[in-house]
């Protein structure tokens, strides 16, 4: 098994309704995500997935939050714009995007250098 990752960022604000904290209150970070595929077999020129093509992927579906406030664009008008639910929805977003014999493993979302979540889809 191959894992292939690309990482793209964008800027947007936030904030976090009924958290009781200074994160309540409307702020902003440049948020880094990390698209992570994995691949059972190599192509005939040895490459598991473009990392060209998975770049392209990713910034077309992150593209339309760069310099938004994310509580005002769906799903995040209706949940929170937690960095877990922000991952869960990217990954939603990018699964229909690959061919089938391509599986996306993971979303990270970094919301600063020393803290991300990661939505990885398994059991629960």
């Known amino acids: 098994m191959y894992l292939v990752s690309v ?3 964008f800027d947007a604000a936030h904030y ?15 948020f880094k995500v990390v698209a ?4 059972a077999k190599l192509n005939k020129i040895g490459l598991a997935f473009d ?12 593209s339309k939050y760069d310099h938004q406030c994310l509580n005002d664009l769906p799903p995040f008008n209706r949940v929170n714009p937690s960095s877990e639910n922000i991952a869960t929805e990217i ?4 699964v229909p995007l690959f061919p089938s014999a391509v ?5 990270e979302v970094w919301e600063s250098p020393e803290a991300c979540a990661i939505y990885k889809p398994g059991k629960e």
């Open 91 to 94: 990954y939603e977003e990018l």
């Open 51 to 62: 990392f060209a093509e998975l770049k392209k992927v990713l910034s077309e579906v992150i």
């Open 7 to 9: 990482e793209k960022s």
């Open 36 to 39: 992570r595929l994995a691949i």
């Open 103 to 107: 599986k996306l493993d993971s979303v």
């Open 16 to 30: 976090i309704r009924g958290y009781g904290g200074r994160c309540e209150k409307l702020h902003g970070h440049r």
